[in-house]
């Protein structure tokens, strides 16, 4: 399995806290049956993305030296979570944030009320450069301002959602999880992923949280969704 979403590298942003976090994690990952992830930390200063990726890059060699000498057997990738409520309009080059320098780009909304269409310009402008927007956790935000309307013009414009494991296996109330098996059967979230920050929450431990899930999600859209169309956006082939 691939993880397209998550916030394990270390101190740099309200993810993994210290190195040992890291590396708990990614143990815990591999636990679980994971064998890949990608790094992607909430990116929102459009205006420093070198920066950004120069120190994104230096912590992920590290952490792949310390998984290679602990023997952890998790292969990881570069991204990051685009906020999309602020500078992509005027932005320079996106590529280097990119999943694995693939077209395609993990996005977020804010969680408190925001600008739609903006959000929607934004998600355009993305699309028009060429890559293809993964918006992240739509069932999240759903009782705010994500609404049936605003995911069907989402769609149009060419996105594709990510589902969050704890949405699916009802760890964030019983909307959300409604709102993400919805997405699924649908065929509209292609993924499900952890949006790991923390060794106890957020984490990696998937067996305890698909132990019940509910019947509809069969093993064929869990593999879909963790194995499959994570492998398609890894090697850049069209989902
Ligand atoms: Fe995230």
Redesign the pocket.
């Known amino acids: 399995m691939i993880d397209i979403?998550?916030?394990i590298l270390f101190d740099i942003?309200d993810?993994a806290e210290n190195v040992e976090t890291s590396v708990s994690l990614c143990r815990q990952a591999a636990d679980n049956g994971f064998n890949g992830i990608v790094a992607?930390p909430?990116f929102t200063d459009y205006k420093n993305i070198d920066r950004f990726v120069m120190e994104r890059d230096a912590k992920i060699d590290l952490l792949r030296e310390i998984l290679e000498e602990e023997e952890i057997d998790i292969t990881l990738y570069s991204g990051a979570?685009l906020y999309l409520d602020s500078g992509i309009l005027t932005a320079g080059d996106l590529d280097a944030l990119t999943i694995n320098n693939s077209r395609y780009m993990?996005c977020?909304f804010p969680l408190g009320p925001f600008d739609v269409e903006r959000g929607l310009l934004e998600l355009v402008e993305l699309c028009d450069r060429g890559y293809t927007p993964i918006v992240?956790?739509p069932e999240r935000y759903y009782e705010s301002h994500i609404n049936p309307e605003f995911i069907n013009r989402m769609l149009r414009r060419g996105a594709v959602f990510q589902v969050?494991a704890d949405s699916v296996a009802g760890n964030l109330g019983g909307l959300s999880q409604e709102i993400a098996i919805d997405l699924i059967l649908g065929g509209f979230a292609k993924f499900i992923?952890s949006?790991a920050?923390d060794i106890k929450h957020r984490n990696y431990d998937f067996r305890r949280k698909f132990s019940s899930l509910p019947s509809v999600i069969t093993q064929t859209y869990l593999a879909s969704c963790l194995i499959d169309f994570p492998e398609d956006v890894i090697s850049d082939e069209e989902i």
Request: zero cysteines.
């Open positions: 979403h998550s916030h942003d993810g992607t909430h979570e993990l977020e992240a956790h969050n992923a949006d920050h």
